[in-house]
Each structure stands twice: as structure tokens, then as C-alpha cells.
């Protein structure tokens, strides 16, 4: 899950539908199958449960910096 936030950007009218962003340059499109394993790759190394079917919910941003590099020098 994704949520607004202090340089946290989620859809809003000005960002499309799939997309998350950061004030980092930080950007994933959710559409996008590519972005959507690199999250679940990254949940999965993290020790997150990730079923093999149905849903589950967790807190995005974690992943979100893994998955784009943020915070990597």
C-alpha cells in the first residue's frame, strides 16, 4: 500500500493511475509487470509473506526504496 506523504507522491490527478513517486526521483509504474516483481522480489527478501494466490497488504514504501535504489550511494 501506498499512501501520501512528506515527499511521498501517489495518483492525484496529476500523477496517472500506476504510478508512485518520491522527491528522490524515485518512480515505479504499477502497471507495469517489470515494477511489479521487482516489489515482490523485494518483499520476498525482506522475509514478507506473499501468498501464491489471494492478497495481502504492507506498507509500500520499504519496498519502494529497495525496488528503485533509493538511498543507495
Known sequence: M???GPGR???DGFLHSGQ???DRDGVLNLHLP???RQL???ARAQGL?????GSAEADGR???DAATG???A
Do not use: T, Y
Open 2 to 4: 501506498f499512501r501520501p
Open 9 to 11: 507522491f501517489v495518483p
Open 20 to 22: 508512485v513517486a518520491d
Open 34 to 36: 517489470g515494477a511489479v
Open 40 to 42: 515482490l522480489d523485494e
Open 49 to 53: 509473506e506473499v501468498p501464491e494466490r
Open 62 to 64: 520499504p519496498l519502494f
Open 70 to 72: 533509493a538511498g543507495r
